[in-house]
């Protein structure tokens, strides 16, 4: 079988040897070695979940909003931003067509307003977008507790019980940290963090008191097994689930017998959980094939604390080295598409939990994610549901506006 064949549709590593996938027929899965793909091609040949690309495709336009909506909030005082400001930043924006253009998508989050004072246009946010931000903020103030449980927990994964304070900073909104974590998390707990000095310059590391105990704490995949176990109409043998993960792959996908066999070998490893104390690593086959089933259970357990299930594989690899993995983190997620999904829209890779979504949405929500939720509800929404007579005098407004970005010496321009 040639090469080009065998990189066309790329997925998984089992037993410590990288297999590919190939489509030969609709209906059979056949595998082969994986020998001399790029890690551009693999992550280029893998099996497409349309239900994640769809939302992949909001969540595009979703970061964009965030972008702007944090600039916007970042002055308490008058919150809005000026239209000059975000031509400047279109292209760290990504804004393409402009931020004019952009932001007349969404009239139901931002709102475009001439300011005779300043003889400029701004931008704020409307009555709707305000409410989900302050609904995100109460829900994110009353998860406290639960947000110094999250850290602990990251904590614990790592060998020395310590991660740099900056890759902290990288996933602050995906753990549903507050934006003064630092004050309201970290000093208010002093007796779980401590905040020190670390190796390189102007570096803190944040580390667990010595005093906290990390004994007890159960990974959400144990959870899982024990409700799996304790259903009745459980058929898996129980020996059989001791080391397993849950597994669920999208329609269309079919897997030869072959692939199924592998895939449940690998369910029957043994390995080290990710807050047990790891020992000395082996080399031998048996020593790797435990060390990638304990990476899996690490980044499972990550994505499991994290609040909408899913983070850029860039800011989870911030984690690599205190937790230990020395594999490639996104080949990770390919060689296991029942556990992950990697979605490269937005020119981002971002991983998801596959068995925390059903149909686009988590299972199981919480009240930080149902707030982000309204908000992406408002993005999908678009033009819609606005009343005919305010379309045609939002359009109205926009050439007004269009105007004044072109001229801005006149200063005639009627107020939108």
Avoid at 62 to 90: E, G, M, T, Y
Avoid at 110 to 124: A, E, G, Q, T, W
Avoid at 338 to 362: D, M, P, Q
Wanted: with cysteine.
């Amino acid at each position: 079988m040639s090469n080009r064949v065998c990189i066309k549709k790329g997925l998984l590593t089992l037993m410590g040897v990288k297999f590919v996938g190939i489509m030969e027929h609709p209906t059979r899965f056949s595998m082969c070695v994986r020998s001399k793909t790029t890690s551009a091609q693999y992550v280029a040949s893998r099996f497409r979940d349309p239900t994640f690309e769809k939302l992949m495709d909001n969540y595009k336009n979703l970061l964009k909003v965030i972008s702007i909506q944090d600039l916007i909030l970042a002055n308490p005082r008058n919150p809005s931003v000026s239209i000059d400001f975000l031509s400047k930043l279109s292209q760290k924006l990504h804004l393409n067509r402009g931020p004019i253009a952009f932001l007349r998508k969404f009239p139901h989050i931002f709102h475009i307003y001439y300011d005779h004072s300043k003889l400029k246009p701004f931008c704020k946010l409307t009555d709707a977008a305000l409410g989900v931000t302050r609904q995100e903020a109460v829900a994110i103030n009353a998860s406290l507790p639960v947000v110094v449980e999250r850290l602990v927990r990251i904590l614990s994964m790592s060998a020395s019980r310590m991660v740099p304070l900056r890759a902290v900073f990288k996933v602050w909104k995906e753990l549903g940290l507050p934006d003064d974590f630092e004050d309201s998390v970290i000093s208010a707990n002093s007796g779980v963090f401590q905040l020190c000095d670390g190796h390189e310059q102007n570096t803190h590391l944040l580390k667990l008191v010595d005093s906290v105990s990390s004994n007890g704490i159960r990974a959400a995949v144990e959870d899982w097994r024990v409700v799996e176990c304790c259903k009745e109409d459980c058929s898996v043998d129980r020996m059989e689930m001791q080391f397993s993960f849950k597994q669920g792959y999208p329609p269309g996908m079919r897997l030869s017998k072959n692939f199924k066999a592998k895939v449940k070998e690998w369910q029957r490893l043994p390995y080290v959980g990710p807050y047990e104390v790891p020992g000395e690593k082996k080399k031998s086959k048996a020593g790797m094939m435990a060390m990638e089933k304990r990476a899996v259970s690490i980044v499972h357990e990550f994505l499991s604390l994290t609040v909408e299930k899913m983070v850029e594989v860039e800011k989870i690899s911030q984690f690599r080295k205190w937790f230990g993995i020395d594999l490639n983190i996104r080949d990770l997620f390919l060689d296991h598409p029942g556990i992950f999904y990697l979605s490269t829209k937005g020119k981002r890779h971002t991983v998801f939990l596959r068995e925390a979504y059903e149909r686009g949405c988590l299972v199981e929500p919480n009240p930080v994610y149902d707030a982000r939720r309204r908000l992406l509800d408002l993005v999908v929404l678009g033009r819609r549901g606005l009343p005919a007579v305010n379309s045609k005098l939002q359009d109205s407004s926009s050439c007004n506006e269009d105007r004044q970005e072109e001229n801005q010496q006149r200063h005639d321009l009627s107020p939108s």
